[in-house]
Each structure stands twice: as C-alpha cells, then as structure tokens.
C-alpha cells in the first residue's frame, strides 16, 4: 500500500497579501510561514494546509503560471450562510449565493482573488436522499 502521509493544495497567486487575507479572513487559517515568494496557511487545529505562491515564481513551471481552469477547491464548513455574509461585508467576488443542492448540502460559490472557484458546503441538518 502506498500511504500519504501529507497533501496541500498550492494556489498561484499575482497578490500575495491579497489571497492571504481571503483565506484567512473567510476560514480558521493561520500563517505558518511567509515569505515574498509563498506563503504557508494552516488551519487552527492543524490538520488542514493552503499554500499560496507568486505564480511566477521560479518554482512555478512557466507553463503554469496562467490562471487556473478545469478544477475548484471545496471546502466544506459547518455553516455556508456564515461564510456567505462575511463574503459581502468583504467584497468578496460572489459567483452564487448559497442553495440548497439536491444531493444534501447547502453550496456557495465564490471566486478567489486569483480567480479560482471557491465551492463553500455544509451539510444540511436531517437530510433525506
């Protein structure tokens, strides 16, 4: 068996101090490490990690160093609404409001200053398939 031991999603950034304060102000993150090239967020309880890298930083193929398509980052919260709101008080880019799915969770779709999609769910409380 092939175990990992550790995964991180790194985001490519043109706004370091911008995308910082995105994460950390919308999640539980704090700053592990931060440097001008990257910085290091990690979630309060310590099992979660972002990083985020100037896109084009050496470390960075410059092949993909443009902005990102074809995927999205979840995050999955215990309340969507509450994310929602501090995304207005923000300005944060709202892609869609916060709906009820039909597979169960409660989605808010939001854009990253990078312009990556942000998928925020929760679970909605007593749910029937």
């Not at 995964?7 to 490519?12: P, V």
């Not at 990083?51 to 995050?75: A, L, S």
């Not at 409001?97 to 929760?122: C, H, M, V, W």
């Amino acid at each position: 068996m092939k175990t990992i031991n550790r995964i991180m999603t790194n985001i490519c950034s043109d706004n370091l101090p911008e995308s910082k304060d995105f994460y950390t102000k919308l999640f539980d993150f704090n700053v592990d490490y931060e440097s001008d090239w990257f910085i290091h967020l990690i979630s309060q309880d310590k099992k979660l990690e972002l990083g985020i890298i100037d896109r084009t930083h050496q470390m960075v193929p410059n092949t993909f160093q443009n902005n990102p398509q074809g995927f999205y980052i979840t995050f999955v919260v215990e309340d969507a609404n509450e994310i929602f709101k501090i995304a207005k008080e923000e300005n944060i880019e709202i892609v869609s409001a916060p709906e009820d799915t039909f597979y169960g969770q409660r989605r808010l779709l939001l854009k990253d200053p990078n312009g990556t999609l942000i998928d925020i769910s929760s679970p909605i409380k007593d749910f029937q398939y």
